[in-house]
């Protein structure tokens, strides 16, 4: 305790000071989560200079960023499912088809490393930071790729919560049909909700409805890369490393689960489910405060721009499908 304490107390704090700037400001612009990340990245320079707070810095960032993850089941029910019905899921797989399947057409033609583009994916196909913070440890991504994934879906979906409401009124939109559409294919959660409250009330219960049944979609995709990770490193190429079952099985998406099942039997008040919410939201800031304090800058500048073009055309096409499925859709 006494090694991760500062660190620790430094993520903290740089966690409330992002709260504190999104609370104050006028219009939802930017998240905390996201926020806290460029604060880390700020202060890197200063935070590398004492060896005191790394230990901290690392153990927010991979430990207390699972037990996040855990906590942020219990926000998730999975009757929303059998709520929101089949419409939903029709058209998840065929955005989430769009996201990994074209993703990983895209990003090898474009020559996008595998670890990076399945992030960028899992941040456009389900709900932007929270599914990269989740897809990150099982795949083992580096601190860089993380805040570069992280980063680009953010970019894109500033540019949406202006130009979506704009886009379904040209459209003719109905309250149902945003709805539906901004829920399945804006990434970040906060987003979704700023971009559909924009268009209607109507718009936006329905919107944080499916985004929610969308935030589920974790649960599979983080263990099949767990899967596929684990197949790669039984691979003769990688000398047939020792791969243990809690690799394959995630403890933290276990759990995960488990909290998800225990809201969706009524095992948790309103009033526990509220705060198990806020404490996840609070630590996954702080854990993303840790992974800006352990990226380098430059590293992500020599990245290049190449993921920046992949994580918009992926965002575009995923825009496209999902609109184009719930039109297919309302006319049947």
Not at 163 to 187: A, E, Q
Request: hydrophobic share 55%; charged share 10%.
């Amino acid at each position: 305790m006494k090694k991760v304490l500062p660190g620790f107390v430094l993520t903290l704090l740089i966690a409330l000071i992002a709260m504190w700037v999104e609370a104050v400001l006028p219009v939802h612009i930017i998240g905390s989560a996201v926020l806290a990340m460029f604060l880390g990245i700020l202060l890197r320079p200063y935070a590398q200079k004492s060896a005191v707070i790394q230990p901290g810095i690392q153990f927010t960032a991979k430990k207390i960023l699972k037990f996040a993850i855990v906590l942020l089941g219990a926000s998730l029910n999975l009757n929303i499912v059998l709520e929101v019905g089949g419409q939903t899921l029709i058209i998840l797989f065929f955005t989430l088809l769009t996201a990994f399947g074209g993703g990983a057409l895209l990003a090898k033609w474009m020559g996008i490393n595998s670890k990076l583009s399945n992030m960028i994916a899992a941040g456009t196909g389900i709900c932007g930071g929270s599914a990269i913070a989740a897809m990150s440890p099982v795949i083992e991504a580096e601190d860089k790729d993380v805040s570069y994934a992280i980063s680009a879906t953010f970019l894109f979906d500033m540019v949406m919560i202006v130009l979506y409401p704009i886009m379904g009124r040209v459209l003719s939109l109905s309250d149902t049909v945003f709805g539906y559409w901004s829920g399945t294919s804006v990434n970040d959660t906060s987003s979704v909700v700023a971009t559909s409250f924009a268009f209607s009330e109507a718009a936006g219960e329905i919107a944080t409805m499916v985004k929610l049944t969308r935030t589920l979609a974790i649960i599979p995709t983080v263990l099949i890369f767990s899967y596929i990770y684990f197949k790669k490193n039984q691979s003769p190429s990688t000398g047939k490393k020792k791969v243990k079952l809690t690799q394959l099985f995630p403890w933290f998406i276990i759990f995960f689960v488990g909290m998800a099942t225990l809201n969706s039997i009524g095992l948790i008040s309103p009033s526990q489910i509220d705060l198990l919410k806020g404490v996840s939201r609070f630590l996954m800031v702080a854990s993303l405060a840790a992974i800006g304090l352990k990226t380098d800058i430059k590293a992500i500048r020599q990245t290049g721009v190449k993921p920046f073009i992949f994580a918009n055309v992926l965002s575009l096409l995923v825009v496209v499908v999902s609109i184009t499925v719930i039109l297919i859709q309302s006319t049947m």
